[in-house]
């Protein structure tokens, strides 16, 4: 798919940039066994997304109210890239569509005679999150702390077909929204390793885009282990948990918050 087609150019990309590092960036240089030189980690986020949508219809502003699905499975894709002792580059990227079929509790329109009705909906909500980001690794030994500051993309899609009752008039519509922007991105995290083979981590990383025709905040928290059952190929697991707040301007736009908490599965390679 195009979306897992962008994520394999850039880490095609990434590692493109490691090959031409300065000499410093050597295998030989010494760095904490809680870091790989290349890590690839590919998996799927398994989450019970809950989604609550407001969109501007011709009828008003058309809400999905709290509505949440059966478990999605969330492809994933992470690389992270090590130069020299203490220093790389780490890119995220996974993406969804979910469709939701419920009732819409009430919804108040705007229109002049401030009709408030109620509506039956389904909505849907498209997601992609591909984030590329410069870290600083400090620390030796089997403890190091990680500060990172980058840029993610985020493309949004989300729409409610709704069935109204109002005025003993049943009209239906339709509202939708997509669009997609640029913000800096800021990661904190901190590595253990118990063995060269057994870790843990502690990650924590924040979005903000401020203006503009978009604006919004996605934070995430994970915590999770690595085992390496060889040399290069292993598992990994963690738990995360994920907040996003789109809104955007205008007469045609909307808002959307998405909560998403579970876990995820990866299979991991490195060299």
Do not use: C
């Amino acid at each position: 798919v195009p979306t897992l087609r962008h994520a394999a150019v850039m880490a095609g990309l990434l590692s493109a940039g490691a090959m031409v590092t300065p000499a410093h960036a050597e295998e030989s240089v010494p760095h904490s066994e809680a870091l790989d030189r290349i890590s690839i980690s590919i998996g799927d986020y398994i989450v019970n997304p809950n989604a609550n949508m407001t969109i501007n219809s011709q009828y008003g502003a058309a809400s999905s109210g709290d509505v949440s699905s059966h478990q999605v499975q969330v492809p994933r894709v992470r690389v992270d890239l090590l130069l020299g002792k203490s220093q790389g580059f780490a890119f995220d990227y996974y993406g969804f569509n979910r469709q939701y079929s419920d009732s819409v509790g009430q919804t108040d329109s705007t229109n002049p005679d401030n009709i408030t009705f109620t509506a039956n909906a389904s909505a849907n909500v498209g997601l992609d999150l591909g984030n590329a980001s410069y870290k600083w690794w400090f620390g030796s030994g089997s403890d190091v702390i990680g500060v990172g500051v980058g840029a993610a993309y985020y493309r949004v899609r989300f729409g409610v077909d709704t069935t109204t009752s109002t005025n003993n008039t049943s009209p239906s519509s339709n509202a939708s929204y997509s669009s997609d922007a640029v913000a800096p991105l800021v990661q904190l995290g901190w590595r253990h390793a118990f063995s060269p083979n057994v870790r843990m981590y502690v990650d924590v990383s924040g979005i903000e885009k401020l203006g503009g025709s978009v604006s919004g905040s996605i934070y995430n928290a994970a915590l999770g282990g690595e085992w390496y059952f060889a040399k290069n190929f292993g598992i990994g697991a963690e738990y995360s948990s994920t907040r996003i707040k789109i809104e955007s301007d205008g007469s045609s736009g909307g808002k959307l918050d998405l909560k998403m908490d579970g876990p995820t599965v990866f299979l991991k390679a490195r060299f």
